[in-house]
């Protein structure tokens, strides 16, 4: 499925059994949800969400090894907000914008 098939509310719950079904048999698909044609959310098998999570999990590693090698030491709300980001709970540019105003601060 790709982003221009966006599936709405109705035709997702009629869907979501064959969907599944699809994730279990070895499906890398993602499922765009929405209305009016416009995504605002998204299934994934859990096996692309665990990827995803582990990359951002290497990013945030290959940060803080930088800035070790550096002689430096991330913030203890840098280093909050980082994992809030390895979890997928925050977006890079939130992460950034948070960063930003607390060392603005």
């Known amino acids: 499925m ?3 098939d966006v599936l709405g509310v109705a035709e997702a719950r009629k869907q ?8 279990s048999r070895g499906s890398a698909d ?3 949800l929405g209305a009016h ?4 959310g998204v299934l994934l098998p859990v ?9 951002r999990e290497r990013a ?14 991330p ?10 980001f390895a979890q997928g709970r925050i977006t890079a540019g939130q992460m950034e914008a948070m960063l930003l105003a607390y ?3």
């Open 2 to 4: 790709t982003r221009q």
């Open 16 to 23: 979501l059994p064959d969907l599944l079904a699809g994730f």
């Open 30 to 32: 993602s499922v765009f």
């Open 37 to 40: 044609r416009k995504a605002v």
């Open 47 to 55: 096996r692309v969400y665990d990827e995803l999570c582990g990359e």
């Open 60 to 73: 945030v590693d290959d940060a803080v090894g930088s800035l070790r090698a550096e002689g430096l030491q």
């Open 75 to 84: 913030s203890s709300v840098a280093t909050e907000l980082a994992g809030l």
């Open 103 to 105: 060392h603005r601060a």
